[in-house]
């Protein structure tokens, strides 16, 4: 008898804050798509210092394959930092959206 997958963790959020040449190139529409894909719930804006910052929601794992996009990101872009912060609560978002 099979038990099936093991228990669920619980969701969780953080604030990723990228870095390097993440502005003009496509990159929040890249994380909107990636985020779609993966189940990832949250927001992605620009700020003003040239950095992308990305709030996002979702189970550990899926969150890690969404952090690892991210470095990856959209043709033209070059990633060279990643800032991550663990949120302390989940926020109740529904999609993924670009905050302009």
Same mark, same amino acid.
């Given at each position: 008898?099979? @038990? ?32 779609? @894909? ?19 929601? !979702? ?13 990856? !990101? ?8 990643? @800032? @991550? ?16």
């Amino acid at each position: 008898m099979s @038990e099936g997958p093991g228990p669920r963790r619980p969701p969780s959020a953080v604030r990723l804050r990228l870095k390097g040449r993440v502005q003009g190139v496509g990159f929040r529409w890249f994380a909107r798509q990636a985020a779609r @894909e993966l189940g990832v719930a949250g927001r992605v804006r620009n700020l003003p210092d040239g950095s992308v910052e990305a709030l996002a929601a !979702g189970d550990p794992a899926t969150l890690a394959s969404f952090r690892e996009r991210l470095r990856q !990101g959209p043709p033209g872009a070059r990633v060279q930092e990643i @800032e @991550e912060q663990e949120l302390a609560t989940v926020p109740d978002w529904d999609g993924f959206e670009i905050d302009r």
